[in-house]
């Protein structure tokens, strides 16, 4: 019988662990020709997310879990978890029920009977979100997709299950730096996107705050577009012409009109907004500097702590 491994990335999620299994075991039991594991991946939680997990673990053989020995983030968390995968079929999952379980049916067709090689979910709405966050999301997935060849879909949820085939080519790319709805979109093969509207959490507080959300849009840019860098060279190019054409305008004044004294604001002006420029542009040049330093360092991309579950 064919396997589907569910990978389940959980940061301080004690009261939704059981929750969430509670709901999607049924489910995937309902679809009958299938086996499947869940895999948990406890990111380093300070809560007492591991003691759930262990008890699953101990009363249901399908469940497998990784404990982290620190927060590495959600996205360490997805890689692992694909690592880990023994399935034939793999899906990714928010614990908080956000991903609602019930279109796990629908997500198998498409990929086992429709042809496709990854059926993703996409919300339509943002429903219950802070205003300001819709805004700024809004803003991200327009400008990113102007200046990135590779497509990030606006509302994609993480929430996907993919052939053995694409899972694959996920995990040959092993930078550090990971952006998976860009990695997803990176990699090809043919997806369907499945629409519902947004859900709020089960239970238990969101993990990102606006601040953590904004490095992560910044990051997704840096790493899918070198666009800002191409901006920070026209840019420089743009005020070489105009530099040039001043000089000629200032050498001209002199040499007809001459004794030229006057005008010392503007020149604090002009000098003040160059230097703005140019720290503007050395910053971006920064940002990319540091991801490569990053990935240079070649560090593992996260480390476990604790396995537990069938035969681990
Ligand atoms: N998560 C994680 N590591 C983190 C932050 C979040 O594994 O550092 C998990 C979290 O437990 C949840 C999923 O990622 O299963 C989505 O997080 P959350 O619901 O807080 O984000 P939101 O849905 O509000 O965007
Ligand atoms: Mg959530």
């Known amino acids: 019988m064919q396997k589907l491994s569910i990978i389940v990335p959980c940061y301080n999620e004690e009261e939704t662990v059981k929750l969430f299994y509670d709901e999607a075991g049924p489910v995937l039991a309902s679809v009958g020709d299938i086996e499947w594991e869940f ?19 101990e009363e249901d053989s399908h469940v497998r879990y990784l404990s982290f020995s620190r927060n590495f983030g959600k996205e360490a968390a997805m890689y692992a978890g694909l690592q880990a995968a023994r399935g034939d079929y793999a899906a990714i999952m928010d614990v908080d029920l956000q991903d609602p379980p019930s279109l796990l049916p629908e997500l198998l067709r498409a990929v086992r009977e429709e042809g496709y090689d990854c059926a993703a979910v ?15 999301a809004r803003m991200f997935y327009k400008i990113v997709n102007r200046i990135s060849r590779t497509e990030i879909v606006d509302g994609a949820r993480d929430y996907r299950l993919m052939t053995r085939q694409m899972v694959d080519s996920i995990l040959e790319i092993t ?7 860009g990695i997803f979109s990176w990699v090809g ?21 606006f601040f953590k959300l904004l490095i992560y849009a910044l990051d997704g840019v840096i790493a899918f577009s070198t666009a800002p ?16 054409l001043a000089i000629i305008f200032v050498i001209v004044r002199q040499l007809v009109w001459g004794g030229s004294a006057f005008g010392w604001p503007s020149l604090v002006c002009i000098i003040l907004f160059l230097t703005g420029i140019q720290l503007f542009c050395i910053g ?5 500097i540091s991801k490569i330093h990053m990935e240079v360092k070649d560090r593992p991309i996260y480390i476990v702590r604790e396995r537990g579950g069938s035969d681990d």
Do not use: H, M
């Open 39 to 57: 895999i948990f991946v406890d990111d380093g939680s300070k809560d007492g997310t591991i003691l759930a997990l262990r008890r699953l673990a």
């Open 122 to 136: 996409r919300r339509v709405t943002r429903k219950g979100e802070p205003r300001v966050r819709s805004f700024f």
């Open 175 to 181: 930078e550090v730096n990971r952006f998976s709805k």
């Open 189 to 209: 093969y043919n997806t369907k996107w499945v629409e519902t509207e947004n859900v709020p959490r089960a239970a238990g507080k969101t993990k990102w705050s």
């Open 229 to 244: 860098l191409a901006i920070s060279s026209i840019l420089g190019l743009l005020f070489c012409v105009i530099s040039f």
């Open 284 to 288: 971006i040049l920064g940002q990319y």
